[in-house]
């Protein structure tokens, strides 16, 4: 009979594997804190916090919609020449993604919806004043301790202030972790985005280790790693920058 430590380790374990999947059936808040340096003419330096809340909801039952959100918290100094410094709230990027509760018969799982851009930045600096739109998907597999996939999405601006610059982006995540039998996850993944309007590819690179424990009856994950800037506009982030990580989860 498995010992309660030994059912406690493995319930971790697959609480880990779970956050290393964007369509699992599971609630989670991950606050992802980033820290990027030499943006704009090169003194420039960004502290971004992402609020992400991911919420499932079962819609039949074969399908679920998941819910995930990036609300960006922005505080940067020396980044939009003449500007100064600013703090406050970016734009919001809100994915639906229709996904099928079970694997397909060779594992693969997948999701796929639309993605909107809103305009919630609290200052220009801040955001692109447009509204967006456009197709998410994503396609993953679990194998044993590993999880290895791609999400990506596309969007384009419908609305907004027309003096602001058009946008035509694809953002691509391919990534790729290692979950021990102790919850612990070691990962890697790049969130590239290509401007089309500007010909230009933002590339960084990020590897990340979290460990899944708990703050008394609430499970947490929590971690960090560095990124570092393979490719970047002119006025974008250079060279290496921290992440750390802490997520909430609600187990259904």
Known sequence: ????????????????KQLSNPVANLISVPFQFNYDEDLGSGNGERFLLNIQPVIPFGISDNWNLISRTILPVVSQDDVVPGEGSQFGLGDTVQSFFFSPKAPTASGVIWGV????????????????EKWGGGPTGVVLRQSGPWTTGL???????????????????????PFASYTTPEAWTYGVNSESTYDWEANQWSVPVNAFVTKLTSL???????????????????????????RLILTLLYPQ
């Open 1 to 16: 009979m498995m010992s309660m430590s030994a059912s406690a380790q493995s319930n971790n374990e697959a609480l880990a």
């Open 113 to 128: 919806g639309p993605v909107f851009l809103l305009p919630t930045a609290t200052e220009t600096t801040l955001g692109a």
């Open 151 to 173: 999400l990506a999405n596309h969007l384009w601006d419908f609305a907004g202030e027309s003096h602001r610059n058009d946008i035509d982006s694809t953002f691509l995540q």
């Open 216 to 242: 008394g009856a609430q499970p947490i994950s929590v971690g960090g790693g560095v990124r570092y800037w393979v490719e970047q506009p002119d006025s974008g982030p250079d060279g290496w920058g921290a």
